[in-house]
């Protein structure tokens, strides 16, 4: 008799049983420490280490943009971090900076099962869903702080995607309020909120503006588009592509690096029925930079890169209306218009089915029109607080919290201290009471 097991389920237990590996490989590791604790007469071990204080984790190389700001601040200040990432390829395995120690701890689950019993002060990650998915909690971290990736909303996530941080790092008003309103609608312990800008923007458009001007070239059409069910390349597929290369314009494609993983099939047919020519590239720098600063304008739907473009390059969009389906992400809890689409018109032209057919002219019209700069002014002053400030104020509010956590740790280990030399001291032999009356007296006295 045979089985059969379909790819899904078969990748799913897979996860499980590697998740489960890992798991096992990490309690032996702690059972062997206990062991040789208590073989030691109660002396510390080597193995037996403290936390470490700081900790950046990154799942996927493309977000050292995101980190190196901030572990270019850290290591000005000589301070030392580990930099788990799992990228094998992450450019923060061979960086510059030397108070920064990189360490590959493998892909998918293998990562999240050292992650769950890591032992640090504090982790710094963009990653969402912990507490949620395969990353659980460590009891031995002391604070989980967040950092997005974008500067538009942080209800965007997954559903439940932040809720179990202990702080989120912000970059405007409108995504503290969607917060704290979730914590109110789910019943969550507030957490701090610290808006410090935008670190890896601020660098971006530093290097914009000592970076000489592009080069003539011909007019140049970006399409980068996120993932999903309400994505431009799942609505609209070869069609929109189709309708790009008959502009006669340069047309490069950024599909969104989860494309990739997430939809495999779809990516590969669209690739093989228009693979690179000298009107078309694919695109998948790991570095956004030269791509945005060589394209005269974006086509996007959702996706952060919209802001990216439009508020470091200063130049203007085209956004589709794919109807986006609020119901996988947290945004599907509030009763009001994610701040992302409330913008989108100040910034840009809408794309739709209807108007497809006329994108050349959508293109050219949002070339020359001057009337989105006031729009691009009004979101930059929203969405991006603190400019050029991001970097110092992320590592002073982590280093500030880097001094609770080792104040709580030293005040936890003085308790147990104290615990556990009270077990230790010995007891004292109680003597025994004796009642004392008039009669006990009297024979006393007399000898008796």
């Given amino acids: 008799m045979k089985f059969y097991i379909d790819p899904g389920t078969g990748s799913m237990l897979f996860a499980i049983l590697i998740g489960i590996i890992g798991a096992l490989n990490y309690l032996l590791k702690t059972w062997l420490v206990k062991l040789r604790f208590i073989l030691s007469g109660g002396k510390k071990v080597e193995g037996d280490s403290e936390k470490l204080p700081l900790v950046i ?3 996927d190389k493309r977000y050292w943009n995101v980190f190196r700001p901030l572990c270019r601040e850290f290591d000005r200040r000589g301070v030392d971090i580990t930099y788990m990432t799992a990228s094998s390829d992450d450019p923060a395995l061979s960086c510059e900076y030397p108070h920064i120690h990189g360490e590959f701890i493998g892909e998918g689950n293998k990562a999240f099962a050292k992650l769950n019993f890591l032992k640090a002060k504090l982790l710094l990650s963009t990653t969402p869903g912990l507490d949620v998915y ?9 604070c989980y702080v967040h950092i997005p990736h974008t500067a538009s909303d942080v209800t965007l996530y997954r559903m439940f995607g932040i809720d179990y941080y202990d702080a989120i790092m912000l970059s405007g008003e409108y995504q503290a309020e969607d917060i704290r309103a979730l914590e109110k609608l789910r019943n969550l312990p507030a957490k701090d ?10 660098d971006m458009l530093a290097r914009l503006q000592a970076d000489a001007p592009a080069p003539e070239h011909p007019r140049t059409v970006l399409l980068a588009p996120s993932w999903g069910e309400s994505a ?3 609505k609209y597929g070869e069609k929109i592509i189709e309708v790009l290369l008959q502009t006669g314009y340069h047309v490069i494609v950024r599909p969104h690096p989860q494309s990739f993983r997430s939809e495999t099939e779809m990516i ?9 020519s000298d009107q078309l590239e694919w695109n998948r720098d790991n570095d956004n930079y030269e791509v945005l600063k060589r394209s005269d304008i974006l086509i996007s739907d959702f ?3 919209i802001f990216d473009f439009t508020l470091i390059f200063d130049k203007p969009v085209i956004y589709a209306d794919t109807k986006f389906d609020t119901s996988p992400y947290d945004a599907w809890w509030l009763d ?3 701040w992302t ?3 989108l018109p100040r910034i840009g032209h809408v794309l739709t089915p209807e108007n497809m057919n006329d994108l050349k002219d959508i293109i050219d019209t949002c070339l020359e029109d001057p009337r989105y700069a006031k729009g691009r002014d009004e979101a930059r002053a929203e969405t991006w607080e603190h400019p050029g400030e991001g970097a110092v104020r992320a590592v002073d509010y982590l280093m500030q919290k880097l001094e609770e956590q080792t104040e709580k740790d030293r005040q936890k280990a003085e308790k147990q201290t104290a615990k556990k030399d009270g077990e230790k001291k010995p007891s004292r032999g109680r003597k025994k009471s004796v009642r004392v009356t008039g009669e006990n007296t009297k024979e006393k006295k007399e000898g008796k």
């Fill in 341 to 343: 689409f409330s913008v």
């Fill in 336 to 338: 009001k218009e994610c």
């Fill in 232 to 234: 431009i390349l799942k």
């Fill in 303 to 305: 996706s952060g890169v």
């Fill in 268 to 276: 590969e047919r669209i690739m093989k029925a228009y693979p690179n």
């Fill in 57 to 59: 984790f990154a799942d």
């Fill in 134 to 142: 395969q990353w659980k909690r460590s009891k031995d971290v002391g």
């Fill in 193 to 202: 909120l610290v808006k410090i800008g935008i670190p890896y923007m601020d």
